[in-house]
């Protein structure tokens, strides 16, 4: 059974940086892409962008000047930073996993984590 | 704004069929793109719950069908179930980029 789990602070400051964690059990980082997907309060789903062990990614517009993803295929993880958090960034952040770049679904995800931007 | 549109709501009655749409565009839907489902319950993870258009993973009932025609898909539950009371929200893709829709509440009444 496959299993995801997001890891981070819960709470980070205006301005300040976000780096998350998605630790991937019982799958093969090597076979997979690797998603994040974040959901405001109030609004839907909204994908900010993956990437693959080869060290390919692939962001969406809306976060390109601020993102940066990773992986470490060693510890079997994929992270995610995100710089000059503001208030709309506050959200529940999922990390997921798809067997190709494009086309195919986001067939396992992990149960979420909460990051409030608050001073 | 979402590009993929959702009803923000639908509802119906135990054991009664709802329907969802998903309406898009010629550089989405339109085009050709696949559009999968996921259903998304409060502290769970996100489901998988219909993929490739018409496609049920294993495990998931079969009330659960999708469909689609032309730049918008649907999503059928047929005979409503209480644990059913979810968001669902249906993805496509264009430009390389996964594009969610705007999500639905189903009530159950």
């Known amino acids: 059974q496959v299993q995801l789990q997001e890891a981070g602070p819960g709470l980070v400051k205006p301005s300040e940086t976000l780096s998350l964690t998605c630790s991937v059990s019982?799958?093969?980082?090597?076979?997979?892409?690797w998603s994040w997907i974040r959901r405001s309060p109030g609004k839907g789903l909204e994908w900010i962008g993956y990437?693959?062990?080869?060290?390919?990614?692939k962001y969406n517009s809306p976060f390109k000047s601020r993102v940066t993803m990773s992986i470490d295929t060693s510890s079997n993880e994929f992270s995610l930073r995100l710089s000059s958090m503001t208030a709309a960034d506050t959200a529940l952040y999922y990390c997921?996993?798809?067997?190709?770049?494009?086309?195919?679904?986001?067939?396992?995800w992990g149960q979420g984590t909460l990051v409030t931007v608050s001073s | 704004q979402s590009v993929l549109t959702q009803p923000p709501s639908v509802s119906g009655a135990p054991g009664q069929r709802v329907t969802i749409s998903c309406t898009g565009s010629r550089s989405n839907i339109g085009a050709g793109y696949d559009v999968h489902w996921y259903q998304l319950l409060p502290g769970t993870a996100p489901k998988l719950l219909i993929y490739g258009n018409t496609n049920r993973p294993s495990g998931v009932p079969d009330r659960f069908s999708g469909s689609k025609s032309g730049a918008s898909a649907f999503l059928v539950i047929t005979g409503l179930q209480a644990e059913d009371e979810a968001d669902y929200y249906c993805q496509s893709y264009a430009s390389g980029l996964r594009l969610f829709g705007g999500g639905t509440k189903v009530t159950v009444l």
């Open positions: 990437i693959h062990y080869s060290g390919s990614t």
């Open positions: 019982d799958s093969s980082i090597t076979d997979y892409y």
């Open positions: 997921a996993r798809s067997r190709y770049s494009s086309s195919s679904p986001l067939d396992n």
